[in-house]
């Protein structure tokens, strides 16, 4: 069974740029949750999507946004990119509202110039 | 804020050793999870204890809940070279939606 898959492995982009990141859950899975990795401060929550709609959102700004498709794969949009954004961007997915575990994926390696 | 927050942040022993880190969190729980993180890599679910278990083992593994203190430990024991990583705790809430929260770990080397 194929697991949580991100692309891309990793991204650079400039101060002021878009950047659009992907993630596939596993099969079956409907709930897909974002994560922001930065150096030294642990993984933050930024959103959790479930059959296709936005449940909840972490504290960030909404030039962080995303969607989940009908075939329940994720997108998270970093819009007016900032220095700060450079992390570690992961995402899981879980079995839905239900689910206990979550799966990671690899992470997409973001970096801001 | 964080909701589970691991204790010590950094932990090096040898290996043969066992190695011992905490978790502490803030509000009620249904189930606190543990995880693992290689160098900048995705995290690896380890074990799961539901509130109302107080010990659970898996393999070299044995993690404990008390919630009346609100915290969890991880025992791993005589550790590996391997086993090298960063360690995670997660806590769902009790409010009826399933968010994963974490710590900011404990990073655990291990010396062959």
């Known amino acids: 069974e194929a697991g949580v898959t991100q692309s891309p492995t990793h991204l650079i982009k400039t101060r002021g740029q878009q950047a659009t990141l992907r993630c596939s859950p596993i099969s079956g899975h409907t709930s897909v949750y974002w994560y922001q990795q930065a150096l030294g401060l642990g993984l933050q929550f930024l959103l959790w999507?479930?059959?296709?709609?936005?449940?909840n959102r972490g504290n960030f700004p909404p030039r962080f946004s995303g969607r989940q498709f009908p075939n329940y794969s994720s997108e998270l949009n970093v819009n007016a990119l900032e220095l700060e954004d450079s992390a570690l961007y992961l995402c899981?997915?879980?079995?839905?509202?239900?689910?206990?575990?979550?799966?990671f994926g690899p992470g997409t390696r973001l970096t801001v110039l | 804020s964080q909701q589970g927050e691991e204790d010590p942040q950094a932990l090096s022993i040898q290996e043969g050793e066992n190695a011992t880190m905490n978790c502490s969190y803030k509000?009620?729980?249904?189930?606190l999870q543990w995880y693992r993180q290689n160098s900048g890599r995705g995290l690896v679910h380890l074990i799961l204890i539901r509130s109302n278990e107080r010990e659970k083992h898996s393999g070299r593994l044995r993690v404990t809940l008390d919630t009346s203190k609100k915290s969890s430990s991880l025992l791993i024991t005589a550790s590996r070279a391997a086993d090298t990583a960063s360690y995670f705790c997660a806590t769902d809430t009790s409010g009826g939606s399933y968010i994963p929260t974490f710590g900011r770990g404990t990073s655990l080397i291990v010396h062959p």
């Open positions: 999507y479930d059959e296709g709609e936005e449940r």
């Open positions: 509000t009620s729980i249904n189930n």
């Open positions: 899981a997915s879980s079995p839905g509202l239900a689910g206990e575990i979550a799966f």
